[in-house]
């Protein structure tokens, strides 16, 4: 199949109706933009449904109850949106909800700026909303990786009736680049016999909810969920490994951050110097076991983030002490140049860095 | 092979278009593209420039932050980016729109009467293709059949009659560069 | 000579960002003179929304809040109730005070909450790209309603003066227009009005200003304006809803 060229906000659009979703509510954003502009078009053309909502604190219960409803469900935005969503997104989580939101970082805190960032990854993979839930995060860092990603997405929010968070940042959403959509197919879902639509016909009641008032039953809840996500970190976590062979340094960064460090790292490999790259794909789970894979080979972790040092802190979980891992970030929008990477990674080579 | 092609002026100037038919066709050329708008309230005041990305390798950033051939359609276009192309690069310049000529001495720079010159071929609307004329005879960057081939992706079926003078624009902008090529005294 | 143009002295001598054939310069200008007028300046608070005019609080020269979307009412009530002799007033797109502020305007009105609300009705999200408004008329097409807006889909565009003016809270509520100068003339003494009403003390006021937005109806300036008042003033008949007998 031929390819066309995409802007990284319609391919999430595109990606997300050929994974079956039909639904989508949100409320406008810089820089997601163009993904409700193309699905407010895209939508009833596949007889689905694209409404504005008031605000991200609606959009994400409308994304409540059409999940609780069966229903393949999206919804998008940006830091400050995200920031509103987060109560809805704990109640999702809570009730067991399959859904996937967008968040297409930009600059921050507060209202910040439009500019790509990487700052709300505490956000998504700490927690974010209230009490003790995950959330499975993916970080694309092509646009032919988010069309992709976006079937998966709904495939794990389905499997572990858990939301999941795609995250992307302004450079992503607004880069065009080749992809290869495929061919369209049918959208298999599964089967919701936990939903609840009704009692047609005296099925029985069905409960969509995240109430559990005696605390030996929230606590079993917690227990439940707990055993689901240890079941999400043991086979979900994905990442990948780039001139890895022989590093003795190795770079740890996501999305448009990570496409910058591949460029390091050509440039390091073609002066001999041993550097490789891992990237995670999962940022919850986190690839603790690329990293452990690495870890008696190399000699030190450099992370590099659009943000000042918030994945560092499970590179440094996972290394355990045994290596150091050291940090480079630009933040608040701006974006890390592969030259200044290509400094740092020098310096610590040369063990200049504390 | 790297190109990071920087393309800026006014909103309706068809800026954007323009750097989307270069990516496409790299794309066609079976090359690694990316391009990407300025975007958001910064729009406001109706500048607009775009970034277009075309190499061998993977690309890795596709913000074009040290172009290495900058498009400038109006003034202050050249006034904003002129220094950050990178020594030994290109800068086209508009001289249609733009009466000031650019400053530096390290790069090579090109003034094509853009809109004039689009008028004289019949359609105002194609100035640009005569700079990406001009830009693809003298970087080689891509082939004017990829971008033939190209314009039938990217217009719509009804303005496939635009095709004809798109091409003519720019075989005028190739034949410019090709006579200026041989008159400019190579800068820096 | 006698000066017929003059800055206000509350408005910052800086080039505002908006585009050209915007009014929201133009509100910018008549909320400025109304309080250089009533020699409120020094004891005036501004609270800017997230919009075209975020930046507003760099344009009047009061001290100025910028509140997150939709909640300028929430931090002006704040404010005023700490500095209850202060002038509060906020700036108000209708993304940011009709859809995800209702909740926060409506209470700051149904308390009687005393600040003063400057409302932009551009029928569209101007700063977002020109997706739909609550305020976008039917058939209006915006970037998310490629099609027209349909009530059936996206329900009726919102009157918000009318729905404010019947909370007991509410003490002058008007609409008025800027798409030509007898209206601007006409604005300004509304704005005038609703800036005296607070300084009475008589509880919340609230004037919703029709406004052009040329970059995102994809009109120049003369045609918006024409637009503006073909098609807004059909829908958003302009007028005083309410008005305290005291003031008038
Ligand atoms: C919580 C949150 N959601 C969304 C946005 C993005 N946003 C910025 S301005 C805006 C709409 C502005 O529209 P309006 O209030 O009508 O003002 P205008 O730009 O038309 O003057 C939106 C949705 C945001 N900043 N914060
Ligand atoms: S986009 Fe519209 S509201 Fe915003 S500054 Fe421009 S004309 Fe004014």
Not at chain 1, 75 to 94: C, D, V
Not at chain 1, 226 to 233: C, E, Q
Not at chain 3, 105 to 128: D, K, L, Q, S
Request: with cysteine; hydrophobic share 40%.
């Amino acid at each position: 199949m031929a390819k066309i060229l995409m802007k990284g906000n319609e391919a999430i659009g595109e990606g997300a109706v050929r994974a079956g979703c039909r639904y989508f509510f949100g409320y406008p954003i810089t820089p997601q933009s163009e993904l409700p502009h193309y699905l407010a078009k895209r939508m009833p053309e596949v007889g689905g449904l694209y409404l504005q909502a008031e605000s991200e604190v609606a959009s994400i219960n409308m994304v409540f109850g059409a999940a609780g409803a069966g229903a393949r469900v999206m919804t998008s935005s940006s830091g400050p949106g995200i920031s509103l969503m987060q109560e809805g997104i704990s109640y999702l989580a809570g009730a067991e909800l399959p859904c996937v939101i967008v968040n297409m970082i930009r600059g921050g805190p507060g209202l910040g700026n439009i500019a790509p960032a990487q700052s709300d990854y505490f956000q998504a993979t700490k927690g974010g909303g209230h009490g003790d839930y995950r959330l499975i995060v993916l970080a694309p860092a092509s646009v032919q990786e988010i069309i992709d990603l976006m079937q998966d997405a709904f495939d794990l929010s389905d499997k572990y009736r858990n939301p999941v968070m795609l995250m992307g940042d302004g450079v992503l959403g607004q880069m065009m680049e080749p992809v290869e959509i495929g061919a369209e197919r049918k959208a298999e879902l599964p089967e919701k016999p936990w939903a609840a639509t009704g009692r047609l016909k005296g099925k029985e009641k069905k409960l969509i909810n995240s109430l559990y008032i005696v605390p030996e039953n929230c606590e079993a809840h917690n227990l439940k969920l707990d055993k689901k996500y240890s079941g999400i970190k043991e086979a979900e976590q994905r990442w990948e490994e780039y001139r890895t062979e022989g590093a003795e340094m190795v770079l740890v960064a996501f999305g448009t951050s990570a496409r910058i460090c591949k460029s390091v790292v050509d440039i390091c490999r073609e002066e001999g110097l041993p550097v490789g790259l891992l990237r995670p794909i999962t940022l919850w789970p986190f690839p603790e076991k690329g990293i452990n894979g690495l870890i008696e080979s190399v000699k030190s972790f450099l992370t590099v983030e659009m943000n000042m040092g918030q994945m560092i802190e499970d590179v440094k979980l996972s290394a355990n002490g045994k290596k150091p891992v050291f940090f480079y970030g630009r933040a608040g929008g701006m974006i890390p140049v592969a030259r200044d990477i290509y400094n740092e990674v020098k310096k610590i080579l040369n063990g200049g860095a504390a | 092979m790297y190109e990071g092609i920087l393309i800026a002026g006014f909103g309706g100037q068809g800026v954007l278009s323009t750097g989307q038919l270069l990516a496409y066709s790299g794309m066609v050329e079976g090359r690694h593209v990316a391009w990407i708008p300025s975007y958001g309230p910064e729009m406001r005041g109706g500048t607009a420039n775009c970034g277009v990305t075309i190499a061998d390798n993977p690309i890795s950033s596709p913000v074009v932050s040290e172009p290495t051939v900058l498009i400038t359609m109006n003034r202050p276009s050249l006034e904003k980016f002129e220094k950050v192309v990178v020594p030994g690069g290109i800068i086209f310049v508009n001289s249609s729109l733009v009466n000031i000529k650019a400053a530096r001495s390290d790069v090579r720079a090109f003034y094509i009467p853009a809109n004039d010159m689009a008028e004289e071929i019949g359609s105002g609307k194609v100035a640009n293709n005569i700079i990406l004329g001009a830009l693809i005879e003298l970087t080689g960057v891509v082939s004017t059949g990829a971008v033939e081939k190209s314009l039938y992706e990217v217009l719509p079926p009804h303005r496939h009659n635009m095709i004809p003078v798109n091409l003519k624009a720019l075989e005028a902008g190739a034949g410019l560069a090709r006579e200026q090529k041989g008159t400019l005294a190579e800068v820096g | 000579m006698k000066k017929v143009f003059q800055r206000p002295k509350s408005l910052k001598d800086m080039p505002f960002h908006y585009c050209p054939g915007c009014t929201h310069g133009i509100a910018h200008r008549l909320v400025a003179e109304v309080i250089d007028e009533l020699d409120i300046f020094e004891k005036t608070i501004a609270v800017a929304p997230v919009g075209c005019s975020v930046f507003c609080y760099e344009y009047f020269d009061c001290d100025a809040y910028q509140a997150s979307h939709g909640r300028a009412p929430a931090v002006a009530t704040g404010i005023k109730r700490v500095l209850s002799d202060r002038v509060v007033f906020t700036y108000q797109g209708d993304g940011d005070l009709a859809a995800i502020g209702t909740g926060e305007i409506v209470h700051a009105a149904a308390r009687g909450e005393n600040f003063t609300v400057i409302f932009i009705n551009n029928a569209v999200y101007a700063m977002t790209g020109g997706q739909m408004a609550p305020t976008s008329l039917l058939g209006q097409k915006t970037t998310t309603t490629p099609f027209g807006r349909d009530h059936k889909l996206n329900g009726s565009p919102v009157r918000m003066s009318e729905m404010l003016s019947v909370l007991d809270g509410t003490a002058y509520a008007a609409r008025v227009s800027l798409h030509n100068p007898a209206n601007v003339t006409r604005a300004r003494k509304a704005i005038k009005k609703a800036f005296e009403v607070q300084v009475a003390g008589l509880g919340f006021s609230m004037v919703e200003v029709l406004s052009a937005c040329p970059t995102n109806w994809g009109l120049p300036p003369l045609k918006a304006l024409k637009w503006l008042e073909d098609n807004m003033l059909v829908y958003y008949p302009l007028g005083e809803f309410k008005r305290p007998a005291e003031v008038i």
